[in-house]
T-cell receptor
């Protein structure tokens, strides 16, 4: 169990550019969540996958944002035409199916910090 | 998902007990109370959760009010490594977490 990994850890981009982040959940975790966290605030939910199906999207996820989990394993979050307001920490979390879960715990990765200049 | 309210910050001395309060007055009957903490430059880390009864684990204890409208996370002996932002959430078990602004715990030696 190597934990949830996210890449890159830091990304600096210019306004208007596209960026893509990757999340590798813990093996056998079929549920995957993306959150966004701005300075001084708690994480805000963006979207949720169960296996490859995207089951819920927040209204925060504008049409510039898209997330995929093509084979039910890793996930990518893409932001098109970045804006300065997109600067934040993007967190990924995963959890196992209920049959394997001892608790309702979500396991978070270290996050990708995005800075849009 | 219920909205939660926590004090912005609290201070403690090392090896003293810490009681972190959380109000969740709009909690529904099926909402679990979860506590997570976030150390600097890290993602949140699960601490404990409960539904109605008080809970203990190796990290902390969770005391839930009888009406479930509030709860208290108890760290029995604070250490410097417990300095973090502590979040409580109230939501159904396997759904998304809805975080507030949390309580920043400062621990002094």
């Amino acid at each position: 169990d190597t934990g949830v990994s996210q890449n890159p850890r830091h990304k600096i981009t210019k306004r208007g550019q596209n960026v893509t982040f990757r999340c590798d959940p813990i093996s056998e975790h079929n549920r995957l969540y993306w959150y966004r966290q701005t300075l001084g605030q708690g994480p805000e939910f963006l979207t949720y996958f169960q296996n490859e199906a995207q089951l819920e999207k927040s209204r925060l996820l504008s049409d510039r944002f898209s997330a995929e989990r093509p084979k039910g394993s890793f996930s990518t979050l893409e932001i098109q035409r970045t804006e300065q307001g997109d600067s934040a920490m993007y967190l990924c979390a995963s959890r196992p199916p209920p049959s394997l879960a001892l608790t309702y715990e979500q396991y978070f990765g270290p996050g990708t910090r995005l800075t849009v200049t | 998902d219920a909205k939660t309210t926590q004090p912005n910050s609290m201070e403690s001395n090392e090896e003293e007990p810490v009681h972190l309060p959380c109000n969740h007055s709009t909690i529904s009957g099926t909402d679990y109370i979860h506590w997570y903490r976030q150390l600097p430059s890290q993602g949140p880390e699960y601490v404990i959760h409960g539904l109605t009864s008080n809970v203990n684990n190796r990290m902390a204890s969770l005391a839930i009010a009888e009406d479930r409208k509030s709860s208290t996370l108890i760290l029995h002996r604070a250490t410097l490594r417990d300095a973090a932002v502590y979040y409580c959430t109230a939501n159904t078990g396997f759904q998304k977490l809805v975080f507030g602004t949390g309580t920043r715990l400062l621990v002094s030696p």
